[in-house]
Each structure stands twice: as C-alpha cells, then as structure tokens.
DNA sequence: CTGGGGAAGGGGCCC
DNA sequence: CGGGCCCCTTCCCCA
C-alpha cells in the first residue's frame, strides 16, 4: 500500500528544516550569498553534486561548501527551491538563466521543463495567426513591445496557481518584447498532491523532441564540458533595439501575412503556449493570389528566417541546447554539420595539408600524427624535423575513444576500431603523439561510415 | 600588445 | 523537414 502524499509531506519536512537551518550540512555560495542544504538532497537532485560529493571527503561531521560564479543567486534559489518543493518557478525572465544553471548542475528534469518552457510558446496557432492576419509589419517590427501587448492577450496564463513567494512584477514578464506567462512545474509525483494543476502538454512533435533530447542530456559530462548560453550576449541581443538589425526590418513586408493553412502546429493548451514566432509577408507579394512566403521572426531577438526550420535552428543559439556531441573529444554542437566538420578536421585529419608548413601533402609524403585525439597530418620533412624518434603511441590516445557516458542517438563511435585496422601506427619515444600510416583512399570511405552521430 | 591562423558559430540555401 | 554545403564572422590561441 502507497501513500501518495508521503512524498510530498517527505519533502515538506525537508524543506522545512533548510529553512530553519536543521541538519543543513551543505554551504553554497553564489555570488557572495550563502544557501544552506542538506547534502543528501543535493546529492539526490543534482548530476554535479552528486559527482562533487562522492568525490569530496567522507567525512560527514565537516560542511561541505560549494561555490558558484556561473549564475546570479536568484537563479540558485529557483533551482533551490526546486529542489526542495518540486516546484520550479519559471517565467520568460529566468527561463535562459535557470536553464543554464540547470545545464550546469546537471538536472535533467529541470532542462527538460525549461526547453519545454521555451519551446512551447514557439508553436503558432492558427487562432494567433487570424489574430495577426491583418497586422501591418510596421505594427508588429517597430515596436517589440507593441509587439509583447498584441500577443499577451492569446497567451496569459489563465489557471497557473497563484504562488506568493513570486514578486509581482513576476506575474508575467517581459523577454525579447514578449510577454510570458509564469510556467509551474510539479513533477509527476506531486502532482497529485497540487491542486490539479493541468499538466503540461506536448504536441506529438514535441514530444518525441523532448524525449530524444531529454536522452541526450542524460549524457551530459562534466559542466565544464557543457557549454552554457552566453546569458549576457543573449540580453544583450534580446535587449537590441529592434531597430538594430536592419536586414529583417527591411526585408519585412509592409503587411503581415501568414501563411497558408499548415498542419502540425497548434495549441497544446492555450494557457501556456503563445505564438513566439512571427509569419510576415515579405514586399511584393502583396496582391491575395500571390503565393504567401512565410518569415519566421524570433521572439528573442530581431532576427527573422523563411522556414520555420531555420527558425528551429536558429532557436539554439537562444535556448544553448547541443543534441550532437563530438564522441571523441565530448564537445557538443548545436548542429550536425558543425560537428561533422569538426569531427573530419580534428579527429580524422582529412586536411590533406602538412599542419606544419601547410604544404600539400599525400599519403606517400606525409602521415597522419595523433596527440590524444587530435589528428592532423605532418609531412615527411617536418616529422624529420619533429623527430620521429621521439614520437610514441599514447595507448590513451588509442583507447580512449569511447564515451560510455553518451547514449545519444546512434552514435556509434568506431573511431578506435574501425580505424586501426586501417592504420599502420608508427611507434615511437616520446609524450602522446602517435604516427599513422593512413590510406586516404580508405580514408574518405571510413570517413562516410564513421561519422559521429549520423543516423 | 598585436596580428595571423585555426576552429567554431551561425545564416542562407540547395537537395 | 533534416542533412549538408558554402560563406562570413567571431573567438581563441600562439608566436
């Protein structure tokens, strides 16, 4: 027999001894600001504090103390209060920064909801879209907050529980000249014990996204590895007058038109979503039989795209998401074919051009040089040069290219062993670099069948 | 401190 | 719609 509401009274309690400083064995200082927790919590909670707790000593009786820079105390309280509520107060202000921080800390859960947050209010709906039929581009461009006040009506949350801890001006908020509404997230778990709070729906779409990439953030290495949106140079754009970038206004049309009646994206519920991109008619197709071209615009800068898959695309920059990471090294992308790039330039050394004196260089004369794994080609001069004799294998270097902590995808890394049948490894004396006999010709065919993460 | 080069980020657009 | 290519810009490292 299962009482439900143990969970929540479990956690309750906890919360309430935090707030009373009881049992608290944990000091976080962020920015100068002390949070105290239990470890046990933050261990439980948290990717990162569960790896720098089970590395740091065992001795119990002592305080662990942690310390961040990487974002604002407000942030932390958030995440915090997370933590110990299961409730995450999410508005259009703190969504970038909570999402970093998660990302940092290593919460999936949390991730998941801030991209289910941002993502979204970036479905269009038709009744946004008749709502906006008629609107001119100067009407919706020159002005973002124009632009914020002419949507607030369609998305303004209509059943979020009222929460008193949240300041008022957080009742709904401002991003990029929208308006967002607040965003609560109750885990499965409590959400019996809330008061019916409307779960968050996702489209079919969405939902297939967020469960991939929910996955791939399981896969998430250590915070360093991850990067982080540039906060700053996001406000910074957000907060671009919209007259800065001229390129979109320009090409903007004179009427705002949408596009053609589409599939796929509508409400999930209408309380939480709000139409976050902008379909526009660029100039000269005013007359009705023309056919309509759509421009996307992005709700959190001015830029605007054609196809709603740019607009996509264009999202991550924004949102800091980077589903493809590189097998060999653990950097991650936003983009596949950044990472195919990368993957060719700095793990396959398919730039048949000596490293050194960037001469062209042939597998008659020149070879590939591994340093852990980075390879790149030398060319039979200036491996002389380099002396050969004191090249070694670096056995780490071969070996190390599983990354069992990434179940992303398909990747199937097969660098280190598909690739060395292929290779004649040259050994020699000295700290990790290793010489390569390479056949290009099998070179660019291993190339097609081991690239990283291509399904 | 500065300039050059490599790597990555990001947009446009084709397939 | 995703993959991929091309191009330009930005960032970072190093001499």
Redesign the pocket.
């Known amino acids: 027999m299962e009482i439900s509401s143990h969970q929540f009274h479990l956690l309750q309690q906890l919360n309430e001894q935090r707030r009373q400083d009881l049992f608290c064995d944990c000091n976080i200082l962020v920015e100068g600001k002390v949070f105290k927790a239990h470890r046990n919590v933050l261990f439980a909670s948290s990717g990162y504090f569960k790896m720098l707790l089970s590395q740091g000593s065992k001795e119990t009786t002592q305080p662990t103390t942690a310390t961040f820079q990487a974002f604002s105390p407000d942030t932390f309280t958030v995440i915090l209060d997370f933590v110990y509520s299961g409730k995450l107060s999410l508005t259009g202000q703190n969504v970038i920064e909570v999402m970093s921080a998660a990302s940092y800390l290593q919460m999936t859960d949390v991730i998941s909801v801030c991209k289910t947050f941002i993502k979204s209010s970036l479905d269009i709906s038709e009744k946004e879209k008749d709502r906006y039929f008629s609107l001119s581009d100067k009407e919706v461009n020159s002005n973002g907050v124009d632009r914020a006040c002419l949507y607030s009506t369609g998305w303004r949350a209509e059943s979020s529980p009222p929460r008193p801890h949240l300041s008022p001006d957080q009742g709904t908020c401002m991003m990029g000249g929208n308006t967002w509404s607040n965003f609560s997230y109750y885990p499965a778990s409590q959400r019996n014990a809330q008061q019916q709070q409307p779960p968050q729906q996702l489209s079919k779409?969405e939902q297939r996204?967020d469960s991939g990439k929910k996955s791939r953030h399981l896969g998430l290495q250590q915070p360093s590895d991850v990067?982080h949106?540039?906060s700053s140079?996001l406000e910074d754009r957000a907060a671009e007058p919209p007259g800065h970038v001229t390129?979109?206004e320009e090409q903007v049309p004179i009427e705002a038109e949408v596009e053609s009646p589409h599939v796929?994206?509508q409400y999930s519920q209408g309380a939480d979503v709000m139409p976050r991109s902008l379909a526009v008619k660029p100039p000269g197709t005013g007359h009705k039989y023309d056919l309509p071209r759509m421009r996307f615009k992005?709700p959190f800068?001015t830029?605007?795209?054609?196809?709603?898959?740019?607009l996509?695309?264009?999202l991550?920059?924004h949102t800091g998401e980077?589903p493809y990471p590189?097998e060999a090294?653990g950097?991650?992308?936003?983009?596949?074919?950044?990472?195919?790039?990368?993957f060719r330039?700095?793990h396959q050394a398919c730039?048949p051009?000596c490293?050194k004196c960037?001469r062209h260089v042939t597998e008659l004369t020149g070879q590939v040089v591994q340093e852990g794994t980075?390879r790149?080609r030398l060319c039979n001069e200036c491996l002389a040069e380099a002396g050969i004799d004191s090249i070694r294998i670096d056995l780490e270097a071969e070996a190390p290219l599983e990354f069992p902590q990434d179940g992303d995808k398909d990747s199937r890394w097969q660098y280190g062993e598909d690739n060395r049948s292929d290779v004649e490894i040259v050994e020699d004396g000295s700290t990790d670099l290793v010489i390569q006999q390479v056949d290009d010709s099998e070179d660019e065919a291993e190339e097609k069948e081991v690239?990283p993460n291509?399904?």
Do not use: E, M, N, W
Request: aromatic share 8%; glycine share 2%.
């Open positions: 779409h996204q990067p949106y540039k140079k390129q979109p796929g994206y992005c800068c830029h605007v795209v054609k196809r709603k898959a740019d996509k695309r264009h991550r920059c980077r590189c090294c950097k991650r992308f936003s983009r596949l074919d950044p990472l195919s790039s990368h330039t700095i730039k051009i490293r960037k980075r790149y690239k291509i399904r």
